[in-house]
């Protein structure tokens, strides 16, 4: 459930708001508007990349939250098998389980940063919302292929595997440092590319 949730059901929900939350003001005209009510590309831009990533970790909460309630409902307080067969007992199971999903936050702030930069650059809310799936596809299916492993860790598909180590026996950390650097990464890319192409945009006949 972990890895269909953040790989599949999360990407798809923060590109659907992020994807159109520049796209809509270039498909509505209203960037013209908007920017003459005292408001500034800069401050508009950092407002709706704060809304954009706000939903995408509320959206992460909320799933996490369900997920964790309804398995301690349906499984009671039975220990969890571990990914190496190993056997963790039930309070120890939520802890590590709460923490793998808390490390879904670094790949899903990439992904939005990522529906963000598609939004501003196409100017398209299809655009916007079907790119970064599709390329998180892509990149899924290039992160499964033998012979990459230099290019693997680079994939931002990559960071949703970082978990794994958390419920491994015994316990391995360096896929989380690469999550930390590779999502940061992305994101950093993704914003200012969407910045500055948003800075420099004529929205004069919008």
Known sequence: MLGFATQWVLPLLTAIVAGDMFASEDQHGTWKTVLTRSTSRSTMFWAKTAV???????????????TIASSWLIVGHQPLTGLSGQTIA????????????????????????????????SRS?????????????????????????????FLLSTPFEAWHGLLAAPRFTGPLLDAVVTSAGWSVVCLTAAFLILRRRDITGG
């Open 52 to 66: 954009a990533i706000a939903f995408a970790l509320v959206a992460l909460t909320l799933l996490a939250a369900s």
């Open 90 to 121: 039930a309070r120890s199971a939520l802890e590590l389980v709460s923490a793998s999903w808390a490390v879904m936050a670094l790949p899903i702030v990439g992904f939005t940063c990522l529906a963000l930069l598609f939004s501003v650059w």
């Open 125 to 153: 809310a299809a655009v916007g919302i079907a790119a970064p799936v599709v390329l998180g596809l892509v990149m899924q299916l290039v992160g499964a292929l033998g012979g990459i492993e230099t290019l693997r860790p």
